[in-house]
């Protein structure tokens, strides 16, 4: 990490976890829980068995990161048969992962991904920006139902998983903004 995490709980199970759209993970899943769980700019190395695959073929995992809720959302990653391991990069946070092969679907209706971004999370709760390989999340607008823009952040985010900022909101239904052109709907209860 970029970050110091401090002191990191690390825990492993050996379960196949069912998505809600009835795929099976890997017998493999891991929780990392660190101290600071923000701006860490961390690569996680996944490290799997291969007696854990199940119907999942190797080369075709793809890392998912828990919401917390019900949805595992995917992560842009890379399998290395040989060490074993899936790996991904500029995560902001940490939480559950495990390897799906298919990038599943959030079960989320409405505008939530956009050029390859998503806003990730339940509503009233930490929600995260997933920012696209390649890509720069440098302005983020929270827009009122007026219009208005009600605060606005430049956090020049890269690729990964990034904690959205939490600004001082009344309570109401916004849409949040990126580089002023990918627009989500954003419930601040």
Do not use: K
Not at 54 to 61: A, D, L
Not at 78 to 102: C, E, H, K, P, R
């Amino acid at each position: 990490t970029s970050t110091a995490p401090g002191p990191t709980l690390v825990e492993r199970g050996h379960l196949p976890i069912t998505a809600f759209n009835g795929e099976t993970s890997i017998a493999r899943w891991i929780r990392i829980t660190p101290t600071n769980n923000n701006g860490l700019g961390a690569t996680l190395a996944f490290r799997y068995d291969v007696q854990e695959l199940g119907s999942v073929p190797e080369t075709e995992q793809r890392l998912h990161v828990f919401d917390g809720q019900w949805n595992w959302w995917y992560l842009p990653s890379t399998v290395n048969t040989g060490s074993s391991t899936v790996t991904t990069t500029g995560l902001d946070s940490l939480g559950s992962f495990t390897t799906f092969a298919m990038d599943l679907p959030t079960g989320m209706s409405g505008d939530h991904t956009a050029g390859g971004y998503a806003l990730i999370g339940p509503p009233g709760e930490q929600q995260f920006l997933r920012v696209p390989d390649g890509e720069c999340a440098g302005s983020l607008d929270f827009i009122a139902a007026s219009g208005a823009q009600a605060a606005n952040f430049t956090p020049q985010w890269t690729g990964g998983l990034h904690a959205l900022p939490r600004p001082a909101l009344a309570s109401g239904l916004y849409r949040l903004v990126v580089n002023g052109t990918r627009g989500f709907p954003l419930l601040v209860p």
